[in-house]
């Protein structure tokens, strides 16, 4: 499964300023997808990165790393349950910058059947290479 989520920063009245998770686009083979043939993420459609503790995922995009998320992890946070409850057993999650170098989203891509999957480096060089590619075209 592949899909692309962008990172809206919400400021209302009185409040923090928040981010939040909008996905734009989804890949997948039936494995990746409900029984509507919908993409797996409406529980991440729309959340807040603060609402759903996503702050080790967050904080390593802003530093322009690639962050994966295992199956096997001891991770508690709502987000990783999330992914998780979306059928991921191993994910790889890039930033996407746009020109002025300011993170607007990421790309990501799931194993559906493999938590132990060791992602090739070619992998991770072509998912950085598609997040620049978009990053310049937004």
Same mark, same amino acid.
């Given at each position: ?12 009245? *009185? %409040?923090?300023?928040k981010?939040? $998770?909008? #996905?734009?686009y989804?890949? +997948?083979? @039936? =494995?990746?997808? *409900? %029984?509507?043939?919908?993409?797996? $993420?409406? #529980?991440?459609?729309?959340m +807040?990165? @603060? =609402? ?13 790393k ?7 992890s ?11 409850d979306n ?37 991770y ?14």
């Open positions: 499964r592949c899909y692309i989520f962008k990172l809206e920063k919400i400021v209302s009245d *009185n %409040k923090p300023m981010t939040m $998770f909008n #996905l734009m989804c890949w +997948f083979d @039936e =494995d990746g997808a *409900n %029984k509507d043939g919908d993409c797996k $993420f409406e #529980l991440l459609d729309n +807040f990165v @603060e =609402d759903i503790g996503a702050y080790e995922m967050y904080s390593s995009l802003v530093m322009d690639t962050f994966t998320i295992k199956a096997n001891d991770d508690n946070s709502l987000a990783y349950k999330i992914w998780i059928n991921t057993k191993n994910t790889l999650i890039q930033p996407i910058f746009d020109k002025d170098e300011q993170l607007i989203g990421f790309i990501g891509l799931d194993d559906v059947e493999d938590e132990s999957r060791e992602w090739d480096s070619s992998v060089k072509l998912l950085k290479i598609a997040a620049k590619s978009l990053g310049n075209i937004i």
